[in-house]
């Protein structure tokens, strides 16, 4: 019963790049429905970070909860036969270890032999240089109060990275493990499973999974900004003008969650180390860009995107 969804939303920038995500879904239905939501999220993070990549994504739909390894084959003959049009990384449910340890079944598939680091600390980076943008841009107060949900490979590096940096950080996770690491921080603060959501913060992080912010909640958001590593935190469009309405600024997900994408795109292309860095200090940039005008930031991004993207089909 396990299926290998691979989704290609678009291949007019290039070959897609994305990560393969193993979660429990419901349903093959479920499954198909997170991936196609990902995999337009990775066209547009690529278009809008000016990446020369489509945008694709593999969700693994495994009820039976087998092993990665037993779901290697089938995989790995999912990918070699899209011989190149998607180039997968790992996801929430996949290390890189586990990604490492198949890579002989796969030229298409990218792993710590090419990764020196987790991506996840990139997209952290990214996000961490978008506060810090916000901070020095937008906000009154020069330690400004973060709330983090989820302290898994990317909202853990943020949160060392804000800490070491002077931040206030309070921060969420189910697993009480991925909280206790940081608990002896003087300016961190555990939350509770049930008031996290709705106590105040200037900026809000979301970096669990997507969908946390809805129709239902939104109206208990209690921030400046939303800011954070999660794809798609929001659960639709009305939630996303919810938030602007009521003058919270949403950073889309898919500009400050970039920097796992130009890590990965870039060491695929041979760039630096510096060069990589550099191009993830400039997300904050976009920020500056999207802001210009009164109009919802989300709604300014998706609309330079798939310019982007529509401009380069017209073009070939
Ligand atoms: P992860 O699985 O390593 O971490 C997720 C963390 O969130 C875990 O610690 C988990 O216990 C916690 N969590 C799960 N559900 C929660 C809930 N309801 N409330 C509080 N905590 C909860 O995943 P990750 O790689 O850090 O990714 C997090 C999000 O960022 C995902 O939406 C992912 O798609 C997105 N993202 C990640 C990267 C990356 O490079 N890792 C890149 C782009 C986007």
Known sequence: NVKIIIHIDSLALGNAIGGTRMLPYDSVESAIQDVKKLSSAMSLKAAIHGLNQGGGK?????????HFNEIAPLYT????????????????????????????????????NQLIDDPSYFTALGVFHCIQYITKNHLDTTIPNIKIQGLGRSG???CK????????VSAYDIKVSHVEQFKKHPNFSALDETNWFSLPCDIFAPCASGNVITNSNVHLINSKFVCGTANNPCENMAVINTLHSHHIQFIPDFVSNGGGLIYAAGTYHQLSRKEIIDKIKNIPKLISKLS??????YVNALSIANEKISSFVNES
């Open 292 to 297: 210009c005008s009164s109009s919802n930031m």
């Open 77 to 112: 003959s999912a990918l070699n036969q899209l011989a190149g049009s998607f180039i997968a990384a790992n996801d929430m449910g996949i290390s890189i270890k586990m990604i490492n340890d198949i890579r002989h079944l796969s030229p298409f598939l990218i792993s710590s």
């Open 161 to 168: 990275m804000l800490l070491d940096s002077g931040f206030k």
């Open 156 to 158: 853990a590096p943020l």
């Open 58 to 66: 593999c969700v693994i739909f495994n009820p039976e909860k087998l």
